[in-house]
Each structure stands twice: as C-alpha cells, then as structure tokens.
C-alpha cells in the first residue's frame, strides 16, 4: 500500500508540472533569500568574540590565530598599521587609579621628546610585523588602539596624563603616539594612467591559502590614494614545472588568479576581502588596481 500510494503521489506531481508548462503557468517557488549586507565570511569573521593574545613576542604557532583577530580589530575598532619607520613617542609606565580603568584615569608616561600639556596622544599595543613574503623587508606592523589620553602635566622627572577615551585595557608598556592632525579622506585610484601593485602581506585563516569570501592584507594603503570599494586584481605565481608531452621545462609564470575588492584602507596596508578565485590565493601573490 506505501508504495502505491508513492507512485499515485509521483504520477500527480508529474502531471500537474506538465499541465503548468503547456498553460504557461509558473507554479510558486522558494524566494531566494536575501542578500546579507557583508559577504558571509566576513559576517562570521566579525561575530566571532575577539580574544587578547598577549604581547607581540609570540611563539609562531600562535601567528595566524593572532593575525585573526587582528583582522578583527582593524574593521571593529579602527585599529591601524603603522608605517615600517615609524617611532613612538613613548609608553605607559604606570597606571595610577585602580581597575577597572575609566576615562579619566591618570596615567605616568615617559616620552621621548619635550611635549606641552595638552597634548593628545593614541595609546596601542604593537602587535604583528607585516614583512613583503618576496623579499622579506617589513612593510608595517599591525598596532591595536587602545585609546587616548592627554597630557596634563611635564616636567623633567614627572609627565602625568589622563585617559579621553578607552577602548581596550591599558597595561604599563603600551605605546604612545602623538596624535597628528587627520589626513583628507582619500579617493579612489580610478583616473591614474598607470596602475598600483602591491602584494599579499598575510591571509585570515590558518592555512597558508585561501579562497573567496576570506580576507587578506595587501600592501596598499592610504598613501597610494586608495579608498574602500577599490576593485583588485590577483596574480597567481606558479611554480616552474615540465611540458607534459616534450618534458621541457617551463619557467615560472604568473596567471590571472581572481579578483578582490578593499573593505578597510590603513595608512601602510589594508585589508581586502577576496572574490571568486581560479587558484588558492597565498602569501606574495601580486596584486593590482586593474
């Protein structure tokens, strides 16, 4: 009985969809569903809960995890990646009003320069060095912004501050960097006759390749006129092998690899979220405005 009772069911199913073809009728259907306004890795990315790995001297293990949360950071908190020379401009040598900290907390600096009361600076955290995967020379470090304070008072052998704003914990060590007036926003390099190159800096994930929908650091930043939305282009290198039917050896070559689009702009380096990919897309693999 079961299965005359299937087949009566498949028969009419059959029919039915063979009457609406004929009459031109369209049966209803699922919706699609709705387009989410971030890609869906980059939403789970940033609902993941953001965990402090502690100071920048981590073991290598340890690497790609913090890498992720730093990614986190820089679309969340506005964190920053410093410019390969840049020197602070001092540190926390200790915090002098009890935990939990508020704003307006005082803090005692040591600075590295004569500073006037009044000034402001941002407190971060350095954290990871950002280094060009071709030749090996640094391209920026990743710092995470801890905050701000201004400066109260600064003679010789005493430089108070207090906490404006806090956005993380403050520990004793944490950096200062005086806070420069901002820069205009930048445009887009849409009108330049000649196209930017970069490179990928470091991928997302814990694998050394990645894919679409994932987020990658290049080396491109605001000094490069770029702006968020700017299209990239990927090149793939690929590794010297042999011609299948003459066993000749073939040179290494770099193939179009895919497409990427910028979602935040650093000062040195920004983060890109990756489209459809032909190859795994890897640290070193070049990148382009067009």
């Known amino acids: 009985m079961p299965l005359l009772l299937f087949a009566l069911l498949l028969l009419w199913t059959i029919a039915t969809t063979a009457w609406a073809d004929e009459a031109g009728v369209r049966l209803p259907t699922t919706p699609p569903p709705v387009a989410t306004q971030q890609p869906p890795r980059l939403q789970r990315l940033l609902q993941q809960p953001v965990v402090h790995l502690g100071p920048p001297q981590m073991p290598q293990t340890a690497y790609n995890a913090d890498l992720a ?57 350095p954290g990871l060095v950002l280094h060009d995967p071709r030749t090996g020379q640094p391209r920026g470090t990743v ?9 109260r008072a600064s003679t ?36 330049s006759d000649r196209a ?23 080396s491109l930043g605001r000094q490069d006129r770029v702006a968020p939305g700017l299209q990239l282009r990927l090149q793939h290198q690929l590794p010297p092998g042999n011609d ?39 640290r070193g693999d070049s990148v382009s405005s067009r």
């Not at 930017?196 to 650091?217: F, K, M, R, S, Y």
Request: charged letters at 15%; zero cysteines; glycine letters at 8%.
């Open 143 to 151: 710092a995470q912004r801890l905050g701000q304070l201004q400066l």
């Open 196 to 218: 930017l190159h970069g490179v990928i800096l470091a991928l997302q994930e814990e694998w050394e390749e990645a894919g679409q929908d994932q987020v990658a650091i290049v």
């Open 69 to 125: 949360q730093r990614m986190r950071h820089l679309l969340q908190y506005g964190d920053f990646i410093l410019a390969p020379d840049s020197n602070d401009h001092g540190y926390i040598q200790s915090v002098n009003s009890q935990r939990p900290l508020q704003v307006g907390a005082s803090v005692s600096l040591v600075l590295t320069q004569a500073t006037p009361p009044g000034t402001l600076f941002t407190v971060y955290r």
């Open 156 to 191: 010789p052998h005493d430089k108070q501050g207090d906490l404006t704003s806090l956005l993380q914990e403050i520990q004793p060590g944490d950096r200062l960097l005086q806070m420069a007036p901002p820069l205009p926003e930048p445009t887009p390099h849409t009108q």
């Open 244 to 282: 299948p039917y003459s066993h000749a050896p073939l040179p290494p070559r770099t193939e179009p690899s895919g497409e990427a689009i910028l979602v935040w702009v650093g000062e040195w380096a920004s983060l890109a979220l990756l489209g459809p990919t032909a190859y795994p897309v890897s």
